[in-house]
């Protein structure tokens, strides 16, 4: 009798469970589309992943709510599609989308995206914005028109840019703001409020706007601060080169490149450099790692004892010439007067070993075992080197 009270307690819990576990439907677009148009409602679409965390966690909090989907169903007729599927990559190169999640609100006579949001909310948060997207005075389509009929204001301008934000990247606002810009002088862009619209839509590193904000640092930072025109340099750099690192893309990288390196701040070559090395170690050309390495290391990461020791793992690794190592060797040991180490001892170590330098070698494995000791770690790493070492 036992057993059959916990085999249904279990049973119970398994359909409770699967109750509550959000299932997409698998309508066809087309199909979702023309019974919007007979039921006189907007279209409401997420595109996701099954490998998207984010989208997993609004499946499973805000669209296993029977809340939630009563006012979805009243107010919209909706749509799950994968990315990764036919008619979800479709509607991902459509609207240009490129984060996930992303829920698009659009009207069904003539697919005009009305609204669109993207990644993890909480259901209050959710439910606040859909209700937004069913208020015609809200929707992208008349926010712009308000917009671009007066492009000089800025309160039409924020509410178009604002809205527009909730479901879009950086680079899809960068029309609105150059035609908002455009309305105003040189001498007007050094303002916190044209500050705010620069911060926020500015993404082309040859924009008029840009080249502003490089050659009169000053006035900004009195208008902002240092701080954020600083953020503004260094994020409009990452977002010039990063993509063509993460596409392995050598050829484009180096055009652009040239382009970054042309604003000639320490805080720009310091991202151009880093970008180097990561290039380089994806790409394995590890002469062109050694390449940059030698030229930079010293003017660049000369006061960051952590990625002085990164580029020497990766010369113990990837580089054999005697006398780069002996280079790589020099940066390490600056690393421990800013930060002596039981890693970096050991990696002097292993460094002079590859060089067969015997008697070095030693002393600083013994160094790390003696750092290692000190601070209660395991030591077995400079153990098995000293090994080593004493075998020889």
């Known amino acids: 009798m ?3 009270s916990i085999f249904f307690l279990c049973l119970s819990l398994q359909v409770l469970h699967s109750q509550n576990q959000f299932v997409p439907d698998d309508t066809p677009y087309k199909t979702a589309l023309k019974n919007a148009k007979t039921q006189g409602k907007p279209l409401f679409v997420m595109l996701y992943a099954d490998w998207c965390p984010h989208c997993n966690q609004m499946k499973k909090e805000v669209f296993s709510d029977p809340a939630v989907m009563d006012f979805l169903k009243k107010n919209y007729v909706c749509v799950w599609k994968n990315v990764e599927k036919e008619e979800g990559i479709a509607l991902k190169d459509k609207y240009n989308t490129k984060s996930l999640p992303t829920f698009l609100f659009i009207d069904p006579n003539n697919e005009v995206l009305l609204y669109a949001l993207k990644g993890e909310s909480k259901k209050a948060d959710f439910l606040t914005e859909a209700n937004y997207a069913l208020n015609s005075r809200m929707q992208l389509p008349y926010l712009e028109k308000q917009f671009l009929d007066d492009p000089s204001n800025s309160t039409k301008f924020f509410a178009y840019l604002n809205t527009l934000k909730k479901g879009k990247d950086r680079t899809d606002l960068s029309i609105p703001t150059h035609i908002y810009l455009n309305t105003q002088s040189d001498a007007q862009l050094v303002s916190e409020l044209n500050w705010r619209v620069i911060a926020n839509g500015v993404t082309d590193i040859k924009s008029r706007e840009f080249q502003y904000v490089l050659n009169h640092q000053k006035d900004f930072a009195a208008a902002a601060s240092q701080n954020r025109v600083d953020r503004k340099i260094e994020s409009i750099v990452n977002e010039l080169l990063r993509p063509y690192v993460d596409g392995l893309d050598t050829i484009n ?28 170690e994806r790409t394995e050309k590890w002469q062109q790692y050694k390449k940059v390495t030698l030229e930079d290391t010293q003017k660049i990461a000369w006061n960051d004892a952590s990625f002085l020791k990164e580029i ?29 180490s039981y890693d970096g ?14 008697k070095l070698a030693l002393k600083y494995a013994k160094d790390a075992r003696e750092i290692g000791t000190e601070m209660g770690w395991g030591t077995k790493d400079a153990d098995d080197l000293l090994a080593e070492l004493n075998k020889k």
């Open 345 to 358: 001892n050991l990696l002097i170590a292993r460094l002079y070993n590859k060089i067969k330098d015997k």
């Open 312 to 340: 020497g793992q990766t010369y113990l690794k990837h580089i054999s010439d005697t006398e780069s190592l002996k280079k790589s060797i020099s940066w390490v040991k600056h690393s421990l007067e800013l930060n002596d």
């Open 2 to 4: 036992r057993f059959f």
């Open 253 to 280: 990288y180096y055009k652009q490149r040239e382009i970054a390196k042309s604003i000639r701040l320490q805080k720009t070559d310091s991202i151009v450099f880093k970008f180097d090395l990561t290039l380089a």
